[in-house]
């Protein structure tokens, strides 16, 4: 069991610039999420899904769009990438909470990234 | 909305001391509370969870939890600081009524055992 991966693990971007990351689970979960680390703000919910084909805002959607198309699969992309976007992100995957009320999350390694 | 608040940036504490990291919730209905542990250049691990139940709770690496309703705090705990304890900690919190799972998250604690 590989868990929750991400790909790629390190990325530099100039401003304007677009990419995608990729979050891959193997642990059949419903549910996964897209979130942002910054220095003394704790993770930031940027995206989640809650099945296949779903997606919905977090708490700080704008300048990120994202897609499953795969249950196992959540990609987030940034068309034009902006300095205020260098961060570590984490995708993390978990059980439907409607089945399995006390689930917790399991994380990625995380993707640092950084727009110059 | 939930939310939780960690009101120490930075705990030490000497190796082989007790170890207590802070964290305080709020929800509108009955919480779900965890504490997840980031070792540097890592992925959020999971420590443990309250749910219901007893007040206390235990989890990995000798951790555990106490639950206060009437203080809205859910302090992390060990015994005996090792310096492999040395990280970041993520106190979080879920509203019982949410069905997306969606966790606020405090700024995180950074723990330091002093050998």
């Known amino acids: ?22 979050c891959a689970q193997d642990m059949n979960h419903e549910y996964m999420y897209w979130y942002r680390q910054d220095p003394g703000m704790g993770l930031r919910l940027i995206h989640y899904s809650v099945g296949e ?10 300048g990120y769009n994202v897609s499953r198309l795969k249950k196992q699969n959540f990609l987030l992309g940034l068309e034009s990438a902006a300095p205020s976007q260098t961060s570590v992100y984490f995708c993390a995957s978990s059980k ?3 089945l399995h009320s006390y689930n917790e999350q399991f994380f990625g390694p995380g993707t640092r990234l950084t727009v110059l | 909305a939930q939310s939780v608040a960690q009101p120490e940036d ?16 709020s929800v509108s209905g009955n919480p779900y509370l965890f504490w997840y542990v980031q070792y540097p250049n890592r992925g959020l691990q999971f420590l443990l969870k309250y749910i219901t139940g007893d007040n206390l709770v235990k989890g990995s690496y000798g ?7 009437s203080q809205t705090s859910f302090h992390l705990k060990k015994p005996s600081a ?8 993520f106190c979080a919190v879920r509203d019982q009524g949410y069905g997306n799972n969606r966790l606020a998250f405090g700024k995180g604690n950074q723990v330091v055992v002093i050998p």
Do not use: H, I, W
């Open chain 1, 1 to 22: 069991n590989a868990g929750v991966t991400q790909t790629p693990k390190f990325r530099v971007l100039k401003t304007g610039q677009s990419m995608t990351l990729l």
């Open chain 1, 53 to 62: 084909g779903t997606t919905a805002k977090g708490e700080v959607p704008d």
């Open chain 1, 96 to 98: 439907d909470p409607l």
């Open chain 2, 10 to 25: 930075q705990v030490n504490v000497a190796e082989g001391n007790p170890l207590t990291v802070k964290c305080t919730y």
């Open chain 2, 63 to 69: 951790f555990e939890a106490e639950f206060n309703k």
């Open chain 2, 82 to 89: 090792l310096v492999s304890d040395s990280a970041l900690y």
